[in-house]
């Protein structure tokens, strides 16, 4: 009887500590608001449980694909607190951005912030430090040196297998719409000019940027690059395309009137090396698939 007592408690004991390690386990994850953060949190495959404004994700960034058992803490901004107290991270990832979250998150879980885009600083670069940073912090050293190094081959591959050197290639003006008469145009300190370095392909905006890398103008400041070809990152805000289908404005533009133009699938713009393999896979795709469009006029 006292034999079967004692193994009933030690099955008990067992199944509480197994629990704990559950418990435990089910804690060893990082959530995050901010979409650079969460991209490469997913491609070095480290433990993710929640992940802000996941339908905005999916048409602003795309891949990696959020999994399914990830919860939704809701807007970037404004997260769902008591959401992300039902299961709490080991510590809630940041970027300056959200830092004014900070107060309200620390009630919750620890809360860590991880910088990208710095003026002055090189933005290449910062990406791989974000990715050294995040490994390190997960854990997850290996996949984020991994990431770093697949990242690196890709741009030599492409930039090496490309017919057309240098100054055969039209300068590119890289642009997102934020309504039909606006567009962000992005140069130094951008990911997508990042990228371009890293193709050696020209970036045709040669004015001064803002901390993120772009520069906010109105499409007839498109019209002072007549040679440029015009790389459209979607996605476009509902009903511009068919505002610009009857502007004037557009269809003067030298770039659009000789069709000198690609159009490419959401990037996110603000990402790291996630979003700067995808970039770098979407626009070669693109200028192969229309070499006439980006040659240098001789």
Not at 36 to 57: F, G, H, K, N
Not at 83 to 92: G, Y
Request: with cysteine.
């Amino acid at each position: 009887m006292r034999h079967t007592s004692l193994f009933c408690l030690l099955a008990r004991c067992g199944l509480f500590a197994a629990c704990l390690l559950s418990i435990s386990n089910a804690q060893a994850q990082w959530a995050t608001v901010d979409w650079t953060i969460a991209e490469t949190l997913l491609a070095i495959d480290a433990p993710v449980s929640s992940v802000a404004q996941q339908s905005d994700y999916r048409a602003w960034v795309g891949e990696p694909r959020i999994p399914d058992n990830v919860s939704d803490m809701g807007l970037r901004t404004q997260p769902n607190l008591e959401l992300l107290a039902q299961v709490p991270p080991e510590q809630t990832l940041i970027s300056p951005m959200f830092a004014g979250l900070t107060p309200r998150l620390e009630k919750i879980a620890p809360v860590t912030l991880f910088s990208l885009y710095s003026p002055g600083a090189d933005t290449w670069q910062e990406m791989q430090t974000l990715t050294r940073e995040l490994g390190e912090l997960t854990e997850h050293q290996s996949q984020a040196e991994q990431l770093i190094e697949d990242t690196q081959a890709l741009m030599t591959t492409l930039r090496e297998s490309r017919p057309l050197s240098q100054s055969e290639i039209s300068p590119l003006l890289m642009v997102q719409f934020m309504d039909a008469r606006h567009v962000r145009v992005f140069g130094e300190n951008s990911l997508y000019n990042a990228v371009l370095e890293q193709l050696d392909l020209p970036n045709a905006w040669d004015q001064s940027t803002n901390a993120w890398g772009f520069a906010l103008v109105g499409i007839e400041a498109l019209a002072r690059y007549p040679e440029a070809t015009l790389v459209i990152i979607d996605p476009l805000p509902a009903g511009v395309e068919e505002q610009l289908a009857k502007s004037g404005l557009w269809q003067q533009l030298p770039s659009v009137r000789h069709d000198r133009g690609v159009r490419l699938p959401p990037v996110w713009s603000f990402g790291a090396l996630p979003s700067a393999q995808r970039f770098a896979r979407e626009l070669t795709m693109a200028l192969e698939a229309a070499p006439a469009v980006t040659h240098r006029r001789q």
